[in-house]
């Protein structure tokens, strides 16, 4: 790592807790909370915090505030886990209707929002999925088909909407696979550069930005 690197990664790393810090900054308000129940909760998919390059967890301020969710719920209304996994499902999905709201539909929208940094990964079935995304389910297995959709999750709302526009304007499914190895293309040149998942994200957001320049820029001549 050279000299300017590191500034750089401590600024990263000091939005994260490892998972000794988190106990400790809960403590006052959780006395009973200890490491192994902070693994427990993650291995029933209650909080995942992100892993580093060696495996350490790191907790981010939205994961801090879902586990400070958890806790209180089981502690002050004594609700079963399986209860506290499904209101944590819904709270998300409420998430990720409202952004998907303002998202896709808003031509102003900038790069950065438009990755949706942040926004829970909320698994969903084909039917979720195209009520949420405003299509039928045909349309989401034509894309699961032609590879534009990988995960039935929230993310693949935003791709079946953003795919929805360009199919009623003229775009054909060839088009979308064109713009999909074009997308793949240029994950594979951020993955290339072994950044942090942060800056993936940044970099990323970077990249659309000189889309829309280029695009605009052609569009001029």
């Known amino acids: 790592m050279s000299d300017t690197d590191g500034p750089t990664r401590r600024r990263i790393d000091s939005q994260f807790l490892r998972i000794g810090e988190v106990v400790t900054a809960l403590a006052d308000q959780f006395p009973g909370l200890s490491a192994s129940k902070l693994r427990y909760l993650e291995a029933r998919g209650l909080v995942v915090p992100q892993r580093s390059s060696g495996g350490t967890r790191r907790y981010s301020p939205r994961d801090i505030a879902e586990l400070s969710q958890v806790l209180a719920w089981q502690t002050a209304e004594y609700l079963p886990l399986d209860v506290i996994a499904q209101r944590l499902i819904d709270r998300r999905l409420r998430e990720v209707i409202?952004?998907?709201?303002?998202?896709?539909?808003?031509?102003?929208?900038?790069?950065?929002?438009?990755?949706?940094?942040?926004?829970?990964?909320?698994?969903?079935?084909?039917?979720?999925?195209?009520?949420?995304?405003?299509?039928?389910?045909?349309?989401?297995?034509?894309?699961?088909?032609?590879?534009?959709?990988?995960?039935?999750?929230?993310?693949?709302?935003?791709?079946?909407?953003?795919?929805?526009?360009?199919?009623?304007?003229?775009?054909?499914?060839?088009?979308?696979?064109?713009?999909?190895?074009?997308?793949?293309?240029?994950?594979?040149?951020?993955?290339?550069?072994?950044?942090?998942?942060?800056?993936?994200?940044?970099?990323?957001?970077?990249?659309?930005?000189?889309?829309?320049?280029?695009?605009?820029h052609a569009l001029a001549e």
């Not at 950065?112 to 940094?117: G, H, I």
């Not at 084909?126 to 039935?152: C, F, H, P, S, T």
């Open 98 to 216: 409202a952004v998907t709201d303002e998202v896709v539909d808003d031509s102003d929208e900038s790069a950065e929002t438009a990755l949706l940094p942040g926004l829970p990964a909320v698994a969903m079935s084909r039917a979720q999925i195209a009520e949420i995304a405003g299509v039928d389910e045909g349309m989401v297995q034509e894309l699961v088909d032609q590879g534009l959709i990988r995960r039935w999750d929230s993310s693949a709302v935003f791709v079946s909407r953003a795919a929805a526009a360009l199919l009623a304007h003229g775009f054909t499914l060839r088009h979308l696979r064109t713009i999909r190895l074009s997308a793949e293309r240029e994950l594979d040149l951020v993955d290339s550069l072994g950044l942090s998942h942060s800056q993936r994200q940044t970099q990323s957001a970077a990249i659309m930005r000189l889309h829309v320049a280029l695009l605009g």
